[in-house]
């Protein structure tokens, strides 16, 4: 067995179970850093695999910004670290539906493959056609070219879930000060202009 295959294998062992322990823990604090740890042995996965811009886009922005937002929101809304079990058999019955559902899937493809896997055909070298090039300008010449498309209605969406999140939390509070803008700048009537003579001053 080879050093990159053991690694391989070391790395997958730990994202699963580290996978496990973010739907099984108690503690959200805990479940956020196992989420960091599973990002982190995927991103061990994908340079083993000759994806080096897709790794240090998962540490930079999951493990960077997403997993660390997660958990200052959780750290700052102080959730309970326990759950009481009528919130959990609330949501057992939809759990166990998409569970199913899952297992019915993978009983499916496995029973239309029949565990042969000849028939599914294997890229050996899939940037045969960017051999001159790094993998991020490949990867960026794909992008940018044949889905370009997609790529921006990605982006749309993603706008689209901001703006809508926003608008969601958006809502007035009492005893808050809030920045009228409209106010400030229409300030008709409450400027008077005073035409003070020399050496006469102005009366307060």
Do not use: C, W
């Not at 998962?58 to 079990?85: C, N, P, Q, R």
């Not at 759990?95 to 496995?110: N, P, R």
């Not at 901001?162 to 009537?189: A, F, N, P, Y």
């Amino acid at each position: 067995m080879s050093i990159s295959l053991l690694t391989f294998y070391l790395f997958s062992a730990i994202l699963l179970l580290s996978s496990l322990m973010v739907i099984s823990t108690k503690n959200p604090v805990h479940s956020v850093l196992f989420l960091i740890l599973a990002f982190l042995n995927a991103a061990g996965i994908f340079v083993i695999l000759h994806a080096e811009f897709l790794a240090m886009i998962l540490i930079i922005v999951y493990v960077g910004a997403v997993a660390v937002l997660f958990l200052f929101v959780v750290m700052m809304l102080d959730f309970k670290t326990s759950l009481e079990k009528d919130n959990i058999l609330q949501y057992m019955p939809i759990g166990l539906l998409i569970g199913l559902v899952f297992i019915a899937e993978l009983v499916i493809v496995l029973i239309n493959t029949r565990l042969d896997l000849s028939n599914i055909q294997i890229l050996t070298n899939p940037l045969g056609n960017f051999m001159d090039q790094s993998n991020t300008q490949a990867i960026g010449s794909i992008l940018y070219t044949n889905y370009v498309l997609y790529f921006q209605l990605s982006g749309i969406i993603l706008l689209v879930a901001m703006v809508g999140s926003i608008v969601l939390t958006l809502r007035d509070r009492e005893g808050v000060k809030r920045q009228i803008v409209s106010e400030q700048v229409d300030r008709k009537g409450k400027i008077e202009l005073v035409d003070v003579k020399s050496g006469e001053g102005v009366d307060i």
